[in-house]
């Protein structure tokens, strides 16, 4: 029993034991990664060829990118991905986050970094030791200076060696603070690790991807080779997808005593559409608006929950409508947590999301590719707001 106790790593097992079964235990993790990655290196290199020449007829090389990042004790090393920004991204960004204002994505660059597919070339990293399979994502020095040195308990993810999955990654969005997505992988560090654990979020991280590059080729297939190229009908070329989200409604805050309630009819990360008997005045007077959002979780039957995000905003634009005005608002969430809330329930940027944001089982929520009014409008949002 006590031989037993100690190779489990019993509190009361001395230091050679303990130090015994660590470097045992980082031995099988070393030899399972390295295994697992040459396993799906070797299948996937198909996909690696075809993304390769993607790149490269559309963008021309290099086709791999090659960028410091903060590893295990904060080492710097070499991080390998797939291309998705123009070579001059580094230069242009400086220590900001990614968003389309920047206007630095090459032409398949959103498809790859929303499906996670431009991640596939660390694979090489896990075989070289930089990195596990699960584990907080990997920063850049710029970043961490700038955003995420003076966050409190920051430093404990350099404790353990990043990961090509991390639980921030998968379950919220990247445009979520860094506080909140600190938090998240704080939560997921301090769960005991386990092997078939590990294995189970890696092979449902893999199906995440899969399916979600599924629903882009299939969507891409039908709006820009079938409508536009071959029936010839309009094609989308907004940079902000819109999402119509069902079971949501914008509350406009008039005065203390009066608010104006109306549907929501679809919103971008810039700008929201919703109609109302009246007429709101246009220009620079800000509002005060909350967006009320009805979800339940995807095992629960009955249950449903509200979470709302205030916002202040400008209306852009009023059109006639049948029964009112349809109104196009630029609106700006006021906290950092607001933003999130957007982002997650509405524009379901988390790349696998527990939540629906419906009551009958359906996950309400689609693209607006044609028939709505401010179409122009919101064209207008994203090229301004991108100058």
């Given amino acids: 029993m006590v031989t037993c106790r100690r190779w489990l790593g ?3 097992t001395p230091y ?23 396993v799906l290196i070797g299948i996937g290199l198909p996909l690696f060829l ?4 993607l790149i490269l007829a559309l963008d021309g090389r290099p086709v791999i990118h090659r960028g410091k990042r903060l590893g295990l004790h904060k080492r710097p090393y070499t991080m390998y991905k797939f291309r998705t920004l123009a070579r001059n991204a580094t230069r242009v960004l400086g220590a900001d986050l990614v968003c389309f204002r920047h206007r630095v994505v090459i032409p398949c660059g959103r498809f790859l970094r929303d499906t996670r597919l431009d991640e596939l070339p660390q694979l090489f990293n896990i075989l070289r030791g930089h990195m596990n399979f699960f584990g907080p994502r990997p920063e850049r020095p710029e970043v961490y200076e700038a955003l995420c040195r003076h966050l409190e308990d920051y430093d404990s993810r350099f404790s353990i060696k990043p990961g090509l999955v991390g639980y921030a990654q998968l379950f919220t969005p990247h445009s979520s603070p860094k506080r909140l997505r600190t938090l998240a992988d704080k939560l997921a560090m301090g ?18 991807v899969t399916k979600a590059a599924t629903r882009w080729v299939l969507h891409y297939s039908w709006n820009d080779l079938l409508r536009s190229r071959i029936l010839r009908l309009y094609r989308d070329r907004r940079e902000c997808v819109r999402l119509q989200p069902l079971n949501a409604r914008v509350v406009i805050e008039v005065d203390e005593s009066r608010t104006i309630e109306a549907p929501l009819i679809d919103i971008n990360g810039e700008a929201l559409l919703f109609q109302c008997p009246e007429r709101l005045p246009e220009g620079f007077e800000p509002l005060r608006l909350r967006i009320e959002m009805r979800f339940r979780r995807r095992l629960e039957i009955a249950s449903k929950r509200m979470r709302t995000a205030r ?5 852009l634009q009023t059109r006639a409508a049948p029964e009112g005005c349809r ?5 700006r969430p006021v ?14 940027g988390s790349l696998a999301s527990p939540f629906n944001s419906s009551g009958d089982g359906r996950i309400e929520q689609r693209s607006v590719s044609e028939g ?3 179409r122009v409008a919101l064209s207008t949002v994203a090229a301004g707001r991108g100058q």
Avoid at 50 to 53: E, F, P, Q, V
Wanted: glycine share 2%; aromatic share 16%.
């Fill in 10 to 12: 019993d509190s009361s």
């Fill in 16 to 38: 050679e034991s303990r130090s015994l079964l660590r470097a045992f235990t980082w031995f099988i993790r070393r030899v399972f990664n390295a295994f697992v990655a040459l």
């Fill in 50 to 53: 075809g993304i390769a020449l």
């Fill in 191 to 208: 769960r005991a690790t386990h092997p078939f654990r590990e294995a189970f979020l890696v092979a449902y991280a893999v199906a995440t």
């Fill in 311 to 315: 916002c202040s905003g400008q209306v």
């Fill in 327 to 331: 109104h196009v608002i630029v609106y």
């Fill in 335 to 348: 906290t950092e947590w607001n933003q999130y809330l957007i982002h997650q329930y509405l524009l379901r």
């Fill in 372 to 374: 709505t009014t401010a």
